[in-house]
């Protein structure tokens, strides 16, 4: 095996802080800082030191051999790019402040690439020219960009950011969905050597487009997405993606509908306490305008509306929520007292929750007023069924019916099977078995390569510190000089001995640093195996801890080598 | 050794081109596109594909291991910077049109990176407080951008490029002298293991200010330097960086300046001509306006003047042309007949061949007349002497005095001793040995990896394509099955078997591509070897051919694996 390197803490730029930085919101924020493995440059945008360096290489080489092993061919295309192809399929516009935009010297319109499938696919367009030179799978490791409008969570979310996106590239659907499982299994690979907890949820296709699509999920409280588990079933979703079947109830005991006076209860809160009766009694009716046109929204009046969905399903369309102009505007529409029955000029669509069959006591759109017996489809007609409500710990698990659990986490991986989208709008078609052409199908796959070293820190991090899992720690080892001159001699003397077996050593022989220090820093940094040259050094005895137990062993010189060499 | 991957042709994005691209103007760009090594994806903006890649990438693993070698630490800085620091240095207005700049969406001024001297300064003044954290050499492998006016050579000079850049800090000249001397080892390594052929020539230090920079030039008609390289010593130079020494003489004989009518001789070429001297006894004066001040340049009539080292000479002032109008404001200044003596209110700076008690034929500042036995340092003063020619063939070595032998060049490295600028702009001290706070000095080192890669195909190529050597190529060895079913077959087993043995296999298995068509394949892509499983497959003989002599020897199966893993 060849010499690996020792890495003198004595020459290494890497500062550590007793304090977490005064910005810094979440753990790994806070550590990989106060360890020395990142800095900031500006708001969103990281720089790497050596310490961190060789983690993300770590992380990018683990990414690197899996791709390569389900055949994926690795690629390097440009983070500058034109404006052209993303105004061909419409994302130069729907990317809104996102995405950074600048001219060249010539008032060339550019972009820094939040994601390439523009460009993949146009390269696939000039490459290839039969069904014979497809599927292939293309992947780069490299620097997307996003303008976040709060960028936080230090590498979390960046604006400049490293990721692994592959595309995959068919004539058949078949094709596609075999891709999209080399991808999965590919992904369940990388996140198990990376040492990561993740789930694999079902997931919504955002900005991409495209049909299936599924979500790499590591649970940490850092993250920005909600998951939901199902404790009884195999059931794990993106909450974003869960939506509530349909299904109608017999409703034909109400008695009729019947208004009753309720003064002062603009709100649920103050109805269902003014009535007597829980807030799911009521149904809530949302004013938003869609493109202008106002849109009432009906659920449960236990339940929030998840406007993100709303947007979803109204999208490119903009969605506003009504002001008091509107109303002035509208006055049919009495604000506090809005019910679907007898509402005119107003497009009514409502959660599933809301089925056929369904009673309800809801707003009679006269002031101080209300209806109960209120009955979906019988009462009022509802245009279309859109699940929008913000799912709650405790919903039935739409695959088995126990109720969820809710987790935050971070997405380190999303497999879309983006379909002819992209292929239609840049017009890739190749030349099928019959000798017509044929229009391309397909998928994108991303890795959060930068992210996925935050949700290993986030994941693996402990009160004293970080804790690399071992294939992705900066070094196999930290040897530590706890002493004076005679440790320090040990203690570089073993790392040759180890660097020399292939061993990653990294030694603390700071001079003028006391053990205490070297204790602490050791345990921040997070090596997963420390080797202290103390106070028995001069009888040939070091002591090797476990990073993660905090487990301590006497051993001689050559037993502690030979350990660590196995 | 770890099984090496198999690339099939079959499935590899690599289409081939016969004719040359339309917009190809050197032999790198012309070969590397029809190999399938890069596609243009916008004006000097480059896709790697898979064979470009893996090129790429064996260029980035050797610079990363002799970096390594000298102690220099890796890092990964953002390529999206803020304006702030590159402001504070004034490179934000000096770097003009070349830089590119952006805004994010609240307006924050960024750029993205042409070189980051400003932000390592930055980031050593956060992690280094005193002398003992120094010296640190860091660097990165890093995209770089720079918006060429005129992009052109493919990936020889694109606006999006790979660069290694490297930074060294240290508190004392002889430090710095230090560092510099170890980046001069390394790249001598890395160009070596490259297979480059190289001159190591004094530089001016450009925009980047600073003292002590040399180049390493590798020969190639493609080159857009030009260096002087000396037959007879070890001179070699830009031609930008030769300066001629000033050798004055004794002119004491010459008789007295003596006006001389020479109508209709506004050029030299007239005037030459007219009296019967050579060009080279004239003195030209070429005005040009500094900053608005009118400035005369004199120069041997037989010199071409560089305004590059014009430029360089008076930077950051702007240099300009004079105009019709400044000669119509200036009724004094004759064109064509402009002469040092007598001339007012102009600056007069000549070339050192000027010298003083040299006699010339020069302008009299009077409408059809020149002036004869005009002595320098007697009839005319000159305000300061500035090497501002052209250097031409045969111009004499600074060193030995040899004519000097002229070769276009591409600047493949480049190392300089910055010394204070970056830390006397951004206040980069520490604290010395005596307790009070020391500037530190620094060094700025670059290696175009893109660029190295064009250099090398430059260099290597021959009529018939590419031709790596051996440590860059895409693969160790390129396997064509010519012929049907079971030359594929042979070639497949014997793919197997190579890269079992850790040799890194390309195999020509495309079905229904004719042998002819493989072959002229093979040797267009240039990997170092090339085994074809042919005729006498059925033998189980096969034909090993040396890519760059050409030289062929059939061998059996066994001897062929056995040569090619030995």
Not at 93 to 99: F, H, Q, R, W
């Amino acid at each position: 095996m060849a010499n690996a390197p020792v890495q003198r803490m004595s020459q290494l730029l890497a500062k550590t802080l007793r304090d977490d930085p005064a910005d810094a919101e979440v753990l790994s924020h806070k550590l990989l800082v106060r360890a020395g493995y990142v800095r900031r440059t500006a708001a969103g945008i990281w720089s790497w030191l050596p310490l961190g360096k060789k983690v993300l290489a770590n992380v990018e080489r683990i990414v690197r051999e899996e791709m390569d092993a389900v055949g994926a061919q690795e690629v390097l295309l440009p983070a500058i790019l034109p404006r052209e192809p993303y105004e061909a399929t419409g994302r130069w516009e729907e990317y809104g402040p996102e995405l950074f935009r600048l001219q060249d010297r010539r008032g060339g319109d550019y972009l820094l690439g939040p994601t390439h499938e523009e460009i993949f696919t146009l390269l696939v367009k000039d490459q290839a020219s039969s069904y014979k030179d497809l599927p292939v799978i293309l992947y780069q490791i490299q620097n997307k960009y996003r303008d976040e409008a709060r960028p936080r969570a230090g590498i979390l979310r960046g604006r400049e950011f490293l990721m692994k996106d592959s595309y995959s590239f068919d004539t058949e659907d078949e094709g596609l969905a075999k891709s999209y499982a080399l991808h999965r299994e590919a992904y369940q690979k990388i996140f198990a050597r990376l040492g990561l907890d993740y789930r694999i949820c079902a997931a919504t296709a955002g900005a991409m487009g495209g049909s299936k699509s599924e979500e790499f999920l590591a649970p940490a409280e850092a993250g920005e997405d909600t998951f939901a588990d199902c404790p009884n079933c195999d059931f794990a979703a993106n909450t974003e993606a869960i939506t509530y079947e349909l299904k109608p109830v017999d409703g034909s005991d109400v008695p009729a509908a019947e208004d009753i006076p309720t003064p002062d209860t603009p709100t649920i809160e103050t109805l269902a306490a003014s009535l007597g009766v829980p807030a799911s009694a009521t149904l809530k009716n949302l004013l938003v305008k869609v493109d202008g046109e106002i849109v009432a929204v009906g659920v449960p009046g236990d339940r929030e509306v998840d406007m993100d969905k709303v947007e979803a399903h109204f999208a490119p369309a903009a969605v506003e929520l009504v002001t008091e102009t509107d109303f002035a505007a509208r006055p049919d529409l009495v604000r506090g007292y809005v019910g679907p029955r007898g509402l005119e000029k107003v497009t009514y669509i409502a959660d599933p929750r809301v089925a056929p069959g369904t009673a309800w006591i809801t707003g009679a759109n006269k002031a101080g007023t209300h209806t109960k017996n209120v009955v979906a489809g019988r009462d009022f007609e509802v245009g279309e069924y859109v699940d929008v409500v913000v799912v709650q710990e405790g919903d039935p698990c739409p695959k088995c019916g126990t109720g969820l659990v809710l987790d935050r986490a971070i997405e380190i991986g999303h497999i879309f099977q983006l379909g002819r989208k992209y292929a239609d709008a840049l017009k890739l078609d190749v030349l099928g078995q019959n000798g017509k052409p044929v229009r391309v199908t397909m998928g994108s796959y991303g890795i959060g390569v930068s992210r996925a070293v935050a949700a290993l820190a986030e994941q693996s991090a402990d009160d004293k510190g970080l804790c690399w899992p071992a294939e992705v720690a900066p070094a196999d080892v930290h040897v530590v000089a706890a002493g004076k001159a005679l440790q320090t001699e040990l203690a570089l003397d073993i790392s040759q001995k180890l660097a020399a077996a292939g061993v990653r050593v990294l030694v603390d022989d700071r001079p003028g640093v006391s053990p205490g220090v070297k204790f602490t820093d050791s345990e921040l940094i997070g090596v997963p195996q420390i080797l202290v040259a103390g106070r028995r050094a001069a009888d040939g005895v070091v002591e090797l801890k476990d990073r993660r137990t905090g487990e301590r062993e006497e051993l001689t010189v050559e037993e502690a080598v030979a350990r660590l060499t196995a």
